[in-house]
């Protein structure tokens, strides 16, 4: 099991990764975030808390019995990676991540959020 700021600085260590945070989904504050200073994280999270709340509440509007693995949210020079937590320690977090499009692999992001996820300890 890992704590929080052990889990955002693994994700920094994605080739590309410029900035990691985990999410109150409600407040849009963060419990804990990494970076090299080149991103706003906390101003970014808040932002995208409202992202994750539209997209839960589409969810429930539908009626659909699903959830949402991750969000991409892909910009010119950036990629943006939001994977709301499942289990029950989680329940109302998300991870964020912001990658360099140019360095980063996707691919291998999501999988180490998912990753990060199961050994997460909140």
Known sequence: MADIQQSLDGVMLVPGALAAALVDTSSGMTLGTA???????????AG????????LMTLGNLGL???????LITLSTQIHV?????????????????????RSNLALARRNLQQIERELEV
């Open 35 to 45: 970076g090299n200073g080149h991103i706003d994280i906390e101003l970014a999270a």
């Open 48 to 55: 995208n808390t409202e992202v994750v709340r539209s997209e």
């Open 65 to 71: 019995e699903d959830r949402v693995e991750d969000l």
């Open 82 to 102: 939001i994977r709301p937590l499942a289990s029950a320690a989680g329940e109302g977090l998300f991870l964020y991540a912001v990658l360099d499009k140019e």
